[in-house]
């Protein structure tokens, strides 16, 4: 069992991982770090964190490993290398991947993790920076209810919306669900500040006006402001986005599922890559409209 005794050790501090990691810290928390890019784990350093030279190291000494890193290739090497998270992990380890990733690679995790009597969940969240930064993530989480009751407390510092969707990999699964959502609806934003600045209107005025009708979403209240603004700072990468679409589509297609819009949003993202927003926020994509 978890108490306020037990060390979390975090993998990955980016704009996501370092203010998750941080309301852990704030909670009482004691933690242990490490990152690819050391500087990226300042602030927590500087609030007390211990700095793990390595992954190996960090499993080692801590009882809970939280994983928000970039790609499913991270994930694997991060997890299943041989100096890993589960070849280094004590027995009874809880280890938590929330980055978005592929679900047949949070099946294996869990499997790997089982044999050696470690518990894992997959546990990806919605949310971007605002909701990391408050704390207020929608947590999507794949794996055993025990498990998911045991680490409950730490979730619940990091999120709001917190529910556990099934065995492992569900919770990728949903986040795959979540992404397709928000692929049309992006372009749909796009097109609707678009065409409010060429009939003439006050595009901030007709945000005010259909933000909280049936049009109303996170991203046209959340999003929606800092394309107006030319505010492109990245809540969420560009090259993360494309990333999870690609994943979404390949799993639709190994389902049988066509997908028209997802394949739309993709295209005009990968096309955004190309002009050099790879690190923007996904807002970034209405310089495609002229706008």
């Known amino acids: 069992m978890l108490s306020k005794e037990s060390v979390i050790g975090i993998v990955g501090t980016g704009v996501m ?3 998750m990691a941080r309301n852990l810290q704030k909670s009482g928390y004691s933690i242990n770090v490490f990152t690819r890019t050391k500087e990226k ?19 080692k000494d801590s009882d809970v490993i939280v994983t928000m890193v970039g790609y499913p290739s ?12 589960i070849e280094n992990a004590n027995e009874g380890t809880y280890v938590i991947d929330m980055t978005t990733s592929k679900p047949p690679l949070a099946k294996q995790i869990d499997r790997e993790a089982a044999e050696r009597n470690i518990h894992a969940m997959d546990a990806p969240v919605s949310g971007g920076d605002v909701g990391a930064k408050n704390g207020a993530l ?5 794996g055993e209810q025990d498990v998911f009751d045991d680490v409950m407390p730490l979730f619940e510092i990091m999120g709001e919306n917190i529910i556990l969707q099934g065995d492992a990999g ?5 986040k795959m669900v979540n992404q397709i959502a928000i692929a049309t609806n992006m372009i749909g934003v796009c097109e ?8 003439g209107l006050n595009p901030t005025q007709v ?13 046209l209240s959340k999003l929606a402001p800092r394309m ?3 505010d492109y700072e990245p809540g969420f990468y560009v090259k993360h986005f494309i990333k999870d679409m690609t994943i979404a589509l390949d799993s639709a297609q190994e389902m049988g599922l066509s997908t028209p819009g997802l394949e739309l949003s993709l295209k005009l993202y990968k096309e955004l890559a190309e002009k050099g927003e790879n690190d923007s926020g996904t807002q970034a994509l209405i310089k495609l409209f002229g706008t």
């Not at 784990?41 to 499993?59: F, I, M, Q, R, Y």
């Not at 929608?138 to 794949?142: R, S």
């Not at 569900?170 to 949903?174: F, K, L």
């Open 192 to 199: 609707a500040i678009a065409y409010a600045k060429k009939a």
């Open 170 to 174: 569900a919770g990728q699964h949903t």
């Open 41 to 59: 784990a300042h602030l927590l350093l500087e609030n007390g964190a211990t700095w793990k030279k390595s992954v190996s190291e960090l499993a």
């Open 207 to 219: 945000l005010d006006s259909i933000s909280t009708g049936a049009a109303g979403s996170f991203s």
């Open 138 to 142: 929608a947590i999507m989480v794949g």
């Open 74 to 85: 991270d994930v694997e090497r991060v997890y299943l290398g041989q100096d890993g998270i």
């Open 228 to 230: 107006l603004e030319g």
């Open 17 to 19: 991982g370092e203010s």
